[in-house]
């Protein structure tokens, strides 16, 4: 667009070639859904908050940060994908929608002399459309340090006063597989600075807060259920290694959850550097970023992601923060109805007669799939169930690449007519072609 700058809730933002961020989305911001009285997320938050006693809570942080925020206060590598424009909302080349929580870790440990601290926020990313995806969507950080300079005022090692916080925490009996080494050389390397002993105990009390959480949250979810069978399901749960730029080790919580390995948060031991950066340099600890909305899909058993944004009284209704959770009763499934639309990229540089490599999100020609998303968004809005790739293939003599995308439409309030699916979906043909350049086949 030719706009120079864009307004957000009163505060004004040059834009430049970066822009990519449609006002659809940037009409999300108000409804901090997190915050809304009786919201099944709100709800969620506070169940998880009355987990952590004694941790400052954060619920109002501005989601518009800028890269150094985002990215780089967090050791992000300046070609992580995680920057480019398919991925990440952009005002300018120096301004984002925040993509996660963990954007306010260092402002965090530079402002807040508390041990522990709780940011709630909604989150943005460029991503897929179906059932669990939505390019907006709510995430928890935590975050407890020990300050060294106490440990020793009290005449103990750092390991010790943090063993001795870690009997602190609620014991449960739910069984918990974590079969690989806290540490491992290569995989998941101990930072330097860091002694072993240290970094086992610090290890220890965030694996025991989150699995505290996930126990709270299975025990509410049972309780919510009427149904005999569902309630008598075993929660399991693993964790297992995993890579951040900003905490190493790091590890995720996996729940296995009817029939599937959900994956429900990342953690780790912060990196030093973050701490030294904020002026906490006597400080060590760990971090998680957990999804709201994954949580609150198990504990009320909610089908779709899209629900968290309806303002129908059928929906709202069912939640309150008064009241112990009961299940989510969806109020009615309106017919879905499919429709394909096939397209022959620009031709793509690459030389022609060559293997069709695998398929992939980003395919050659500048194209992206997550494009093809957000074209589906802005014409169809919360519409669109899933939108996903069912053919792809190169021409063997032009070297010409066609792809199939399959949209799934349907309201999750009403019946769409025919000629409302028929029009959406001419609309979307033409903005593939307008914004992307293809050639409908
Ligand atoms: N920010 C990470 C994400 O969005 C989650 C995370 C937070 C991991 C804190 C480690 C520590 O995936």
Same mark, same amino acid.
Not at 239 to 253: Q, R
Not at 255 to 274: A, K, N, R, T
Not at 280 to 300: D, K, N, Q, S, T
């Given at each position: 667009?030719?706009?120079?700058?864009?307004?957000?809730?009163?505060?004004?933002?040059?834009?430049?070639?970066? +822009?990519?961020?449609?006002?659809?989305?940037?009409?999300?911001?108000?409804?901090?859904?997190?915050?809304?009285?009786?919201?099944?997320?709100?709800?969620?938050?506070?169940?998880?908050?009355?987990?952590?006693?004694?941790?400052?809570?954060?619920?109002?942080?501005?989601?518009?940060?800028?890269?150094?925020?985002?990215?780089?206060?967090?050791?992000?590598?300046?070609?992580?994908?995680?920057?480019?424009?398919?991925?990440?909302?952009?005002?300018?080349?120096?301004?984002?929608?925040?993509?996660?929580?963990?954007?306010?870790?260092?402002?965090?440990?530079?402002?807040?002399?508390?041990?522990?601290?709780?940011?709630?926020?909604?989150?943005?990313?460029?991503?897929?459309?179906?059932?669990?995806?939505?390019?907006?969507?709510?995430?928890?950080?935590?975050?407890?340090?020990?300050?060294?300079?106490?440990?020793?005022?009290? @005449?103990?090692?750092?390991?010790?006063?943090? %063993?001795?916080?870690?009997?602190?925490?609620?014991?449960?009996?739910?069984?918990?597989?974590?079969?690989?080494?806290?540490?491992?050389?290569?995989?998941?390397?101990?930072?330097?600075?860091?002694?072993?002993?240290?970094?086992?105990?610090?290890?220890?009390?965030?694996?025991?807060?989150?699995?505290?959480?996930?126990?709270?949250?299975?025990?509410?979810?049972?309780?919510?259920?009427?149904?005999?069978?569902?309630?008598?399901?075993?929660?399991?749960?693993?964790?297992?290694?995993?890579?951040?730029?900003?905490?190493?080790?790091?590890?995720?919580?996996?729940?296995? %959850?009817?029939?599937?390995?959900?994956?429900?948060?990342?953690?780790?031991?912060?990196?030093?550097?973050?701490?030294?950066?904020?002026?906490?340099?006597?400080?060590?600890?760990?971090?998680? @970023?957990?999804?709201? =909305?994954?949580?609150? +899909?198990?504990?009320?058993?909610?089908?779709?992601?899209?629900?968290?944004?309806?303002?129908?009284?059928?929906?709202?209704?069912?939640?309150?923060?008064?009241?112990?959770?009961?299940?989510?009763?969806?109020?009615?499934?309106?017919?879905?109805?499919?429709?394909?639309?096939?397209?022959?990229?620009?031709?793509?540089?690459?030389?022609? @007669?060559?293997?069709?490599?695998?398929?992939?999100?980003?395919?050659?020609?500048?194209?992206?799939?997550?494009?093809? +998303?957000?074209?589906?968004?802005?014409?169809?809005?919360?519409?669109?169930?899933?939108?996903?790739?069912?053919?792809?293939?190169?021409?063997?003599?032009? @070297?010409?690449?066609? +792809?199939?995308?399959?949209?799934?439409?349907?309201?999750? =309030?009403?019946?769409?007519?025919?000629?409302?699916?028929?029009?959406?979906?001419?609309?979307?043909?033409?903005?593939?072609?307008?914004?992307?350049?293809?050639?409908?086949?």
């Amino acid at each position: 667009s030719s706009q120079k700058e864009v307004t957000v809730e009163g505060k004004k933002y040059p834009t430049d070639s970066w +822009m990519n961020t449609p006002s659809t989305i940037l009409s999300a911001i108000p409804r901090r859904l997190h915050t809304q009285p009786d919201h099944p997320l709100t709800i969620t938050r506070q169940l998880i908050e009355s987990r952590f006693p004694g941790y400052r809570t954060h619920n109002n942080l501005f989601p518009i940060v800028t890269t150094h925020q985002n990215f780089d206060s967090l050791g992000f590598p300046q070609d992580h994908v995680g920057r480019s424009k398919t991925d990440t909302y952009y005002l300018n080349a120096n301004t984002v929608l925040r993509t996660h929580t963990s954007a306010h870790q260092a402002d965090t440990f530079r402002k807040d002399e508390a041990d522990g601290f709780l940011i709630s926020a909604d989150v943005y990313r460029r991503d897929a459309i179906d059932r669990s995806h939505y390019p907006v969507f709510h995430q928890m950080e935590g975050a407890r340090t020990w300050d060294r300079r106490l440990a020793e005022k009290q @005449g103990k090692t750092l390991a010790q006063l943090i %063993w001795d916080d870690v009997e602190r925490i609620p014991k449960h009996s739910v069984e918990v597989s974590d079969p690989n080494p806290t540490i491992h050389p290569e995989r998941n390397p101990l930072q330097d600075g860091h002694a072993a002993d240290e970094t086992e105990a610090i290890a220890a009390h965030l694996k025991r807060s989150l699995e505290d959480v996930v126990v709270a949250i299975f025990n509410a979810a049972k309780s919510a259920t009427a149904d005999a069978a569902a309630s008598e399901e075993l929660l399991k749960i693993r964790w297992v290694e995993a890579y951040f730029p900003f905490t190493s080790p790091s590890w995720e919580l996996e729940v296995f %959850w009817q029939g599937d390995w959900l994956e429900v948060l990342g953690s780790g031991i912060v990196q030093q550097s973050i701490l030294n950066n904020a002026g906490v340099p006597h400080r060590v600890g760990w971090a998680f @970023g957990l999804g709201l =909305e994954r949580i609150a +899909m198990l504990l009320y058993g909610i089908p779709d992601i899209r629900l968290f944004w309806s303002t129908d009284a059928r929906f709202l209704g069912q939640f309150s923060a008064s009241a112990a959770p009961k299940r989510f009763v969806p109020f009615s499934k309106y017919p879905a109805c499919f429709k394909d639309v096939s397209f022959w990229l620009r031709s793509s540089s690459s030389a022609a @007669g060559g293997a069709s490599p695998p398929l992939t999100a980003s395919t050659g020609a500048g194209f992206h799939e997550n494009d093809v +998303m957000e074209i589906a968004r802005e014409v169809c809005g919360d519409v669109a169930e899933d939108v996903r790739l069912t053919d792809e293939f190169v021409h063997p003599k032009t @070297g010409r690449r066609s +792809m199939c995308y399959r949209v799934n439409y349907r309201h999750l =309030e009403r019946t769409l007519t025919n000629d409302e699916t028929n029009d959406l979906h001419e609309r979307f043909r033409r903005e593939l072609v307008d914004k992307l350049g293809v050639e409908l086949r």
